[in-house]
């Protein structure tokens, strides 16, 4: 009796610690909507988001969507939330045009188009859970990456 | 007469030189020294690069990519110096085992999450995931269910050794992303696991 107690105890101790962890679970993945974050930072780089132009910095947040801009002297590295690095030089132009992380219902995507200047790419998990997820639009061709590293130049 | 045909040809080198579109594409080793795959498509074609330093380029949508070139590493490092030269320090990635069915830490966990925290430390990062993963056997909705406690115990433990929660992004992707893809139903003890990806 004594004993079926104490393993009462314990298995409501874990559904309690269940608990908390799904209360810390959902906000993250819903609410914010970042999909990463800049990890370097050369003066000047900026980024277009839904009309409005904003200036970058170590820690700035990037959205689905954003236009990323780096004048003659600016750079920008970013790690996105899949694990993958992309860093773009000097008098660059590119567009985050689709970023879908959702791989407990296989839906990965990430396309971004290459207007103008330097790109290196590694790719994260989207490219190693769904190779050819990964694409690069320029405006001249189409890169389809199946892992790892890539650096494309538009001029 | 041959001035003049001078100054057009320089013009017309202005020109292109100003107003091309073109695209190259180097495939280079990534920080582990892999490489990977990628196709250079147009509407008239494709090259598929495989090997370190190859390159093709895309002058004009309308025509076939060149043929894939090995470039020097000295002629890469040339031309994307300044890029190459903001790249973020890659990700870091800590792992944590499990029993089957099972979403207790293991002894060894402990130096483990120590080595997380110290590469926390380091880099500053406020930025982490923690994803729960299972191996195949059992059905898909069980091994949602067993990778997200696995992910739970190991954010928990994190948590106890003092990273903030608010740094973490705790997911779990079931059977989804082996480490090492298997047949359904197989035991696989290293799909059986909690990855920390700091960045």
């Known amino acids: 009796m004594i004993l079926r107690y104490k393993n009462y105890l314990t298995q409501s101790a874990v559904h309690f610690v269940l608990f908390g962890i799904l209360l810390l679970i959902s906000p993250t993945s819903i609410a914010t909507g970042r999909i990463g974050l800049v990890k370097t930072y050369q003066p000047v780089a900026t980024v277009i988001r839904q009309g409005a132009e904003i ?20 750079a920008v590295g970013i790690i996105f939330s899949d694990g993958a690095v992309l860093t773009l030089g000097p008098s660059g132009k590119l567009i985050v045009e689709d970023f879908l992380f ?5 839906n990965v995507s990430f396309i971004s188009r290459v207007v103008k200047g330097s790109v290196a790419f590694v790719s994260g998990a989207i490219g190693r859970i769904s190779p050819g997820s990964v694409q690069f639009k320029t405006p001249t061709a189409t890169l389809g990456l199946r892992g790892t590293k890539i650096l494309i130049e538009v001029d | 007469m041959i001035i003049r045909i001078l100054f057009l040809a320089f013009i017309g080198s202005l020109i292109t030189a100003c107003c091309s579109t073109g695209t190259t594409v180097v495939l280079i080793p990534d920080a582990g ?3 990977g795959q ?3 498509t147009t509407k008239a074609g494709s090259t598929v690069l495989t090997k370190a330093n190859e390159s093709a380029e895309a002058e004009q949508a ?5 043929q894939a070139v090995q470039l020097s590493d000295k002629k890469i490092n040339d031309m994307f110096a300044e890029t190459l030269a903001k790249e973020p320090t890659p990700p870091e ?12 830490l293991l002894a060894e966990a402990n130096a483990e999450l120590a080595k997380a925290k110290a590469a926390i430390q380091a880099r500053k990062s406020c930025d982490l995931s923690v994803i729960g993963h299972a191996d195949r056997v059992g059905d898909n909705e069980m091994n949602r269910g067993i990778s997200m406690k696995r992910a739970g115990m190991v954010a928990k433990a994190l948590i106890d050794i003092g990273i903030t929660k ?3 992004d705790i997911r779990y992707y079931g059977e989804n992303d082996p480490a090492i893809p298997t047949a ?6 290293r799909n059986r696991r909690v990855e920390v990806e700091i960045r």
């Open chain 1, 55 to 74: 200036n970058l910095q170590v820690g700035a947040e990037i959205f689905e969507g954003d236009t990323i801009i780096t004048n003659s002297d600016g």
């Open chain 1, 102 to 106: 959702k791989p407990a219902e296989h």
């Open chain 2, 33 to 35: 020294g892999k490489v």
């Open chain 2, 38 to 40: 990628v196709a250079v």
């Open chain 2, 62 to 66: 309308e025509q076939a990519p060149t």
């Open chain 2, 93 to 104: 990635h800590f792992r944590f085992y499990f029993e089957t069915g099972n979403a207790d």
């Open chain 2, 166 to 168: 608010e740094c973490m």
């Open chain 2, 184 to 189: 359904d139903n197989v035991d696989e003890p």
